[in-house]
């Protein structure tokens, strides 16, 4: 089981920025993808990044532009940059990793999750 654990969430004004990170116990090349999840009281958890070992990356609508997701060279660090955030973005944001075998198609299906971190934006 891949160990995952989120750090970087705090609070932050409007337009502002925010980078999370997520340490994996495994590195991310050795498993198919990782991604990142936020969920906020009363709704479903949502995809809001994901990239695949091989490096391909898909965000939600509502972040494209704004948000970028990497992972540095061992494979053992998932950041989640964030630009010009919204109030709208306040959520407790979730670590989540594919732990199959890596293959050749970018269809994640996430297994492993960390404990999350809290980020809000006070407009």
């Known amino acids: 089981q891949v160990q995952l654990v989120e750090s970087g969430g705090g609070l932050v004004q409007a337009a502002g920025s925010l980078r999370l990170s997520c340490t994996t116990s495994?590195?991310?090349?050795?498993?198919?993808?990782m991604g990142w999840y936020r969920q906020t009281p009363g709704k479903q958890r949502e995809l809001v990044a994901a990239?695949?070992?091989?490096?391909?990356?898909n965000y939600a609508d509502s972040v494209k532009g704004r948000f970028t997701i990497s992972g540095d060279t061992p494979g053992t660090t998932v950041y989640l940059q964030m630009n010009s955030l919204k109030p709208e973005d306040t959520a407790v944001y979730y670590c989540?990793?594919?732990?199959?075998?890596?293959?050749?198609?970018?269809?994640?299906?996430?297994?492993?999750w960390g404990q999350g971190t809290q980020v809000t934006v006070s407009s």
């Open positions: 495994r590195s991310m090349f050795s498993i198919n993808a």
């Open positions: 989540a990793a594919d732990q199959r075998i890596p293959s050749s198609y970018f269809t994640p299906i996430f297994n492993s």
């Open positions: 990239i695949h070992t091989r490096g391909s990356t």
